[in-house]
Structure formats: C-alpha cells, structure tokens
C-alpha cells in the first residue's frame, strides 16, 4: 500500500475524537475536529480526504447541517455519519437524497467502517 | 258543549230530552188523540216510542265517543311500539358511541406514553452508545496492542479480561438497541421487521420481569421471517403477550415460543403453563379497560392494543385457554400486509 487514505473524524466528544485518532491512525491518515466549523476548516486543507465521518448531535452546527455546507464545496467526497442515535427521519433522508454515504452505530464496529472506506480507495 | 266532557255531555243531554218529553209529550198527545178511551194505549206507546229513541240515540252517541277512544288507543299503541324501537335504536348507538370512544381513550393513553417513552428511550440511547462508544474505542486499542506485543505476566488472562470488555459492549449495545426498536416512533407498516429479532428483544426487555422459576423454550423455524410490517409496534405485541404469560404464572412454569412461517404468512405461539382464562373472560380480553388484574398491575390495554395493532398489520390474534393448564396465544401476521 503506497499512501494512506486521508480521513476526516468531527465529534464535539473529545474522548471519542482520541480513540478514533489511537485507532483509525494505523491504516489512514486521520484528522479530526470538535465542531462542523472544524471539520469545513479541515477540508480546505486537506482537500485530497476521500471520507469525512461525522457526529450528529453536536451544539452549534448538527453533523448533517455540517455535511450539507461541506458537500455543496465537495460534492465528490464522501461523508458518514456515526451517532448513538438509532436512525431518524434525519439520517433516513439523507441516505435518500445522496447526502451521506452510509450511517454507523455508536459503539462503532471497527470492520464495518473500515469496509466502506477500503471501498474508496 | 264541545267544551265539556262526555259524561256531562250525555247526562245533560238525556235531561234536556226526558225534560222536554215530560213537559210536551202528553199536551201534543191530547191534542192528536180526541178518543179518551185509547188515550191509555197511546200513552204506553209513547212510552215505548220514548225507550226506543233515547236508546237509538244513546247507542249512536256512545258508539262514536268509543270509537274515538279506540282509535286513540291504537295510534297510543302504535306511538309506544316506535317509541321502544327508537330507544333500542338510540341505546346502540350510544354503545357503539361508549366504545368508540373507549377505542379512541386507549388509544391516545397509549400514543401519549409511546411518544414519551420515545423521546426518553432516543435520548437514554444516545447518552449510553456515547460512554460504550468509548469503552468500544478502548477494547480496539487494547486489543490491537495486545496482540502486537507479548504482555510478559499472564498474557492469556490479559487477553480474556480485553475479550470480556467487548463482550459486555456487545450486550449493552444489544439491549440499548432493542430498547430504541421497541420505542421507535413510525407510522410506516413498510419496514423490514425480522420476526426472530423482536421476538429475542422482547425477550431481553422482559427478562427482569422473568422470574428465575420460569423457563423459556424456544422452537424456531428454520427460515428468516422477516415480514412488512412496523418494528416498534411489533415489539409492543410480543412483550404484551409475553407479560401476560410471565403474569399468569404464579410460582413455577414454563413459556414455549414457536414460530412457522407458512406459504404467505408467519405463525408465531406463545404458550404458557399459568392459571389460564375462563370462559367467559376470553370473549372481552380485547376490549378496552378490561382487566383481570389487581389494581395496579394493569391497566386493561395492553391486549386492546395488541389486537389493534395486528389489526393494522392484517394479521389475526387467536386465543386458547384452560383454567389451571394454561394459555396459547396465536399471533398470525401475513409477510406483506398490503399486497
């Protein structure tokens, strides 16, 4: 494998954003955020990220009204959410109109995600 | 005269009649009959004459008040009869009103305590997948270290106390899940609902109320019985029937829970060896309120609601009952509800 996958982690709990930073870190290139604004931030810089995951209920801007903004600039990435929520109406309609990729469950499974990212490259 | 009652009426009038035949009878007599001789005879025959016309006028005058009553009499009849079939007719609308509106309170009761125990239920979830996200986070780390480096004391213990972590994850995680199903707010009778999934959920979710002496057998099919249908809504089915069964028995038994899936429809039994249903109980133990149960440990709804669910979802709900053997209930429910 030459390079690794970029990745970008946004989750206002910063528990969660160091355990995905320890564990995701050994096969990709992961950054990560506290907050949407963080995350739109990250994508400037980092603009060859194949994948951003996102939290959903975070204060200030939620993870789909963050993944909304972000797409409009990078309609080519992907994004995915990943919530202690079962799936609302919210994360249901964004499948269905394209906005996200995919939608994981907190507490997350390592193989799941790491099969929908291995699938971008 | 029209004024005044019949007896007045008639008496007035046989006065007036008897009162003038006394007063010009005989003068018009003698003047007709000159022959004294036959004036006597004349005289009975007036008499007779008078016997006759007053009873000829009596009967008339009495026929015509009588049948006038009569005809009262049967239209008062006829107004009675109506009468009798208006209130029967008013008393069943009222009973259907009764019940309808029974339907309507059990209804809202329960839509009012699904929708807060929705909303408690999404965010108790969300609050406990946040910490089990990070014990999960942990385990991942944990775990891959460990298998990379060798831990010098005890490394097969290490490995089964990093093991029971994700275990304990796993579980929590199941019945946080299960728990979001049952409460999940949907409208939609067009989800995938794995019929052995909520069966075990349910299972989960009542597994306090569970006493020890209960044993649960479970005989399964073979095939996956996933049916159209609502997810949260069918899980209210099975731990409503499921409570009953563990309510029912009062020390020791046992619950079978089978399952059939058949050309288009799944077949799912629920038996339990408890104190059983009598006869005359089994007809209402769909109606609303109906309870058996000591205050307090039931409200009456939970079968009303039952039914009314597998009525939305075009199945059928079949009870057998034995006082002292126990109770088999059959939840039939076809694999798509709106073809």
């Not at chain 1, 994981?104 to 990212?117: D, V």
């Not at chain 2, 009873?55 to 005058?61: E, P, V």
């Not at chain 2, 009675?80 to 059990?106: G, M, P, S, Y």
């Not at chain 2, 205050?295 to 009314?308: H, V, Y």
Request: some cysteine; charged content about 25%.
């Amino acid at each position: 494998m030459s390079e690794k996958i970029k990745i970008i982690y946004i989750d206002d709990e910063k528990i969660n954003v160091m355990l995905f930073q320890i564990n995701f870190s050994v096969n990709y290139e992961v950054y990560t955020g506290y907050s949407g604004y963080e995350g739109l931030n990250l994508l400037e810089k980092h603009s060859d990220t194949k994948a951003v995951i996102s939290d959903l209920s975070m204060p200030e801007m939620s993870g789909i009204e963050f993944i909304m903004e972000a797409k409009k600039k990078y309609p080519e990435k992907k994004f995915y959410i990943l919530t202690g929520f079962e799936v609302t109406d919210e994360i249901e309609n964004a499948i269905k109109s394209g906005l996200i990729q995919g939608y994981f469950r907190k507490p997350f499974c390592m193989q799941e995600i790491e099969k929908e990212i291995n699938k971008l490259s | 005269m029209k004024s005044l009652k019949f007896e007045y009426r008639i008496t007035i009038l046989y006065t007036l009649i008897g009162g003038l035949w006394i007063l010009f009878s005989d003068n018009i007599l003698h003047l007709l009959v000159n022959n004294r001789a036959k004036l006597s005879d004349f005289q009975t025959y007036k008499g007779w004459f008078y016997v006759i016309i007053t009873a000829i006028l009596l009967f008339f005058f009495i026929r015509r008040q009588l049948n006038k009553h009569r005809s009262l009499e049967i239209a008062l009849q006829e107004h009675q009869n109506h009468l009798e079939e208006t209130v029967k007719e008013r008393t069943k609308e009222l009973e259907l009103n009764i019940k309808r509106l029974k339907d309507t309170q059990a209804h809202l009761v329960q839509t009012e305590k699904m929708a807060s125990l929705g909303i408690l239920t999404a965010g108790v979830a969300h609050e406990i997948n946040n910490p089990l996200n990070y014990i999960m986070g942990s385990y991942v780390g944990l775990h891959r270290h460990y298998e990379e480096n060798s831990f010098s004391d005890h490394p097969e213990q290490v490995g089964k106390l990093i093991e029971a972590m994700k275990i304990g994850v796993d579980r929590s995680s199941s019945i946080v899940k299960g728990l979001s199903q049952f409460s999940r707010k949907s409208d939609s009778y067009d989800e995938d609902c794995n019929v052995h999934e909520i069966v075990e959920n349910s299972l989960i979710m009542m597994s306090s109320q569970i006493k020890c002496q209960i044993s649960i057998e479970k005989d399964y099919s073979n095939s996956d019985m996933v049916i159209k249908g609502n997810v949260g809504n069918l899980h209210q089915v099975f731990i409503n029937i499921l409570n009953n069964a563990v309510q029912a028995i009062e020390s020791v038994g046992t619950i079978i829970v089978k399952t059939r899936e058949k050309e288009s429809e799944v077949v799912i039994t629920i038996e339990d060896t408890g104190t059983g249903i009598p006869k005359e109980n089994l007809k209402r133990l769909t109606d609303p309120f109906f309870s058996t149960k000591a205050p307090g440990k039931g409200t009456g709804l939970g079968l009303s609601i039952t039914f009314n669910i597998i009525k939305e979802h075009k199945g059928r709900l079949e009870f057998e009952s034995e006082v002292g053997k126990g109770t088999t209930v059959r939840i039939v429910l076809p694999k798509i509800n709106r073809p």
